[in-house]
Nanobody, 124 residues
Framework: QVQLVESGGGLVQPGGSLRLSCAAS????????MGWFRQAPGKERELVAT???????NYADSVKGRFTISADNAKNTVHLQMNSLKPEDTAVYYC??????????????????WGQGTQVTVSS
């Protein structure tokens, strides 16, 4: 079974920086991409940034130029460097692994996986 564990959230002042990390555990044979999504109170979950296994990145327009996603494929980890944070970045941030083929029991299963979420609060 795959587990995604996030770390690095917290409280930061506007203009500050935070770095989120996500580590995937389990026997993972392959995956399409890893990424970060966020959900603010009263809003739907939205994409923040994704990175494929060959390093192709995709960002939401609202974070372009401020956030940078990176990955260590050998360790199945992904990071999100967040700079110039704004109050509207406040949300629970979730790590995602898309289209992962992983060992489940004695077999293999294709699925998407999510972390438990980490709170990011941008406030003075």
């Amino acid at each position: 079974q795959v587990q995604l564990v996030e770390s690095g959230g917290g409280l930061v002042q506007p203009g500050g920086s935070l770095r989120l990390s996500c580590a995937a555990s389990g026997v993972i044979f392959s995956f399409n991409a890893m990424g970060w999504f966020r959900q603010a109170p009263g809003k739907e979950r939205e994409l923040v940034a994704t990175i494929t296994g060959v390093g192709v990145t995709n960002y939401a327009d609202s974070v372009k130029g401020r956030f940078t996603i990176s990955a260590d494929n050998a360790k199945n980890t992904v990071h999100l460097q967040m700079n110039s944070l704004k109050p509207e970045d406040t949300a629970v941030y979730y790590c995602n692994m898309k289209d992962a083929i992983a060992r489940v029991g004695w077999g293999r299963q294709r699925s998407d996986y999510w972390g438990q979420g980490t709170q990011v609060t941008v406030s003075s």
